[in-house]
C-alpha cells in the first residue's frame, strides 16, 4: 500500500494512462506532466476512459499562440469528468498561477501601477497585474517628453497594446473608463468592448470609479475656473453616489471583471461589494498623509489657542475637498468639529489605524466574510519610507495569513524597486567586485 500510495503522490496525469480523444493529442500533451495529489489520482482512476480538453482550453492556447507542451500563465487548470467518461481540462482566468498550472511563487501577488512600458518591461516577469487611469497614461507618460521618449505613443490605444505584449498572457490590465458621467450604458459597453478587442477578455478589467457627488451636470465644474465642486463630497444624491455602483453591476452582467476603484474609507467597502467587482481597493498615501496634517492643526490649536492655526485648518480641509467651493468661510467651530470626526473615524489615535492601514485590515477581514471567492483586493497609493514596511509586516502577520492569496500590491516600478535593495548590497558588491578583479 505505501508503494501504491508514493506512486499516487508523485503521480501526473500521463501516469492514468488515459488515451486521448481523436484529434485531441497536442492539447492533452500540454497537461501530461501536471501533478495530481493522492486525493485526485484515486478519484479520477477508474472513472474516465479518455482524457481530452474543452473548448475553452482550446480557444486559450489558439489565442495566445502558446508553445508546445504548455498552457499560459494566469490561467489555472482544472479537471472534470464528464457523462461520457472523459476527463476534461479547462482553463479558468486565475493570475495566481504561473505557466503550466504552477502557482506562482507567493500567494501575495505584485503589480505596477504605470502606463510607461519602458519601466514595465524590467519588472514584467513579477507582476501578476497593471493598473493605470488617465492621469497615469496621459500625463505620467504620453504627455511627459522624458518618458515618452521621442513621443514614440501617440494615443492609449499605441500604448496598452504595447503594455499588453510586454506583460504577456499572465498580467491582469485594468484600463479606466474615460467619461463615467455623460455616456450612456451602450456606450460604456462601447468604451469596454475597445478595451476587450485590444488586451483580450481573458486580461481586460474595467476600472469603474466611485463617483460620489459628481454627475454628468457638475462633472464640468472640476475641469474650468477654480475646478472646485460646488457640493460637499458627503452631500449626495443617491442617483450619483450609486452610479458607480450600477456602472460596476451592469459590466458585470454584461461578462466584464471589474476594479471598482476611488476606495479610501473603510466605510466605501462592504457596499461596494454588493456590485459583485473582481477587485476593491484600499488607497492608503493621501489618506494618512491628511489625516495627519488634519491632527498636526487641531494640536497647535490646542496648544496655543492661535485662531490662525484653525484658519490654516480650514484652507487645507477646502482645499483637499472636506468642504465645498463657497466654504472658504465656513464657521471655525463647524471645521474643527469635522476635522475631529475625521480622525476618530480613522481610528488614527488607536493601534489600528496608526499606521494609516487600518483601511487595509477593514477590507481584508470584510473580504474573508464574502461569498465573491475571486474578488481581489489592491493595496495602493503607497509613498515613503514605512508604507511598504509596514503592509509587509501586516500581511506576514497572524492574523491575515490566510488572506495572502486575495491581495494584490500595486505600485509605480520604481518605488517596488526601492524595496529589492538594502545598504550592504553595496558592501558586499564592493568585497565580491574587488576579490572577482584579483585584489587582496
Not at 522624458?146 to 491582469?172: H, Q, S, W, Y
Not at 497647535?300 to 472658504?328: I, N, Q
Request: proline letters at 4%.
Amino acid at each position: 500500500m505505501k508503494v501504491v500510495d508514493n506512486m499516487a503522490v508523485n503521480s501526473r496525469i500521463k501516469h492514468l494512462g488515459l488515451p486521448a480523444v481523436r484529434g485531441e493529442e497536442a492539447y492533452v500533451a500540454r497537461i501530461a506532466e501536471l501533478p495530481l495529489s493522492l486525493e485526485e489520482f484515486r478519484a479520477i482512476s477508474g472513472m474516465a476512459d479518455y482524457i481530452g480538453v474543452t473548448p475553452e482550453f482550446k480557444k486559450v492556447i489558439q489565442f495566445f499562440k502558446v508553445p508546445e507542451k504548455e498552457t499560459p500563465a494566469g490561467f489555472e487548470i482544472q479537471l472534470e469528468v464528464s457523462s461520457d467518461r472523459v476527463l476534461r481540462a479547462n482553463l479558468k482566468r486565475n493570475i495566481s498561477y504561473d505557466k503550466n498550472g504552477k502557482k506562482r511563487p507567493t500567494n501575495l501577488l505584485f503589480s505596477a501601477d504605470s502606463a510607461n512600458p519602458y519601466e514595465v518591461a524590467p519588472v514584467a516577469g513579477m507582476l501578476s497585474n497593471l493598473t493605470c487611469n488617465p492621469g497615469i497614461i496621459y500625463d505620467l507618460f504620453i504627455n511627459n517628453p522624458k518618458a515618452n521618449v521621442g513621443n514614440k505613443f501617440k494615443n492609449r490605444d499605441e500604448v496598452m497594446t504595447e503594455i499588453g505584449r510586454i506583460l504577456g498572457p499572465g498580467c491582469d490590465i485594468s484600463v479606466e473608463l474615460n467619461d463615467p458621467f455623460g455616456k450612456s450604458d451602450a456606450q460604456i459597453l462601447e468604451e469596454a468592448a475597445k478595451f476587450k478587442e485590444m488586451l483580450s477578455e481573458y486580461r481586460v478589467v474595467i476600472k469603474v470609479p466611485h463617483t460620489g457627488p459628481v454627475n454628468k451636470d457638475n462633472v464640468k465644474e472640476l475641469l474650468n475656473g477654480d475646478k472646485k465642486l460646488s457640493r460637499r463630497y458627503d452631500d449626495v444624491s443617491t442617483a450619483d453616489a450609486f452610479r458607480g455602483h450600477n456602472l460596476a453591476l451592469m459590466l458585470h452582467e454584461n461578462g466584464y471583471r471589474v476594479n471598482f476603484t476611488l476606495m479610501f474609507e473603510p466605510a466605501q467597502t462592504a457596499l461596494a461589494l454588493q456590485a459583485k467587482p473582481y477587485f476593491i481597493n484600499s488607497f492608503i498615501r493621501h489618506r494618512y498623509m491628511q489625516s495627519q496634517a488634519i491632527r498636526q492643526f487641531l494640536e497647535l490649536y490646542k496648544a496655543t489657542g492661535d485662531k490662525k492655526f484653525l484658519e490654516d485648518l480650514r484652507a487645507y480641509m477646502v482645499e483637499k475637498d472636506y468642504f465645498a467651493a463657497g466654504e472658504e468661510k465656513i464657521d471655525l467651530f463647524t471645521v474643527m468639529a469635522k476635522a475631529r470626526t475625521i480622525i476618530d473615524q480613522r481610528n488614527l489615535e488607536q493601534k489600528e489605524g496608526s499606521d494609516g492601514l487600518d483601511g487595509i485590515r477593514h477590507n481584508l477581514r470584510l473580504l474573508r466574510q464574502t461569498n465573491l471567492e475571486d474578488t481581489r483586493l489592491i493595496i495602493c497609493s503607497m509613498e515613503g519610507d514605512y508604507n511598504y514596511y509596514d503592509i509587509d509586516r501586516l500581511l506576514a502577520s497572524d492574523e491575515y495569513g490566510d488572506m495572502a492569496g486575495r491581495v494584490v500590491l500595486t505600485a509605480e516600478p520604481n518605488y517596488l524597486a526601492r524595496f529589492s535593495s538594502a545598504n550592504q548590497v553595496v558592501s558586499y558588491q564592493r568585497r565580491f567586485m574587488n576579490a572577482a578583479n584579483g585584489e587582496k
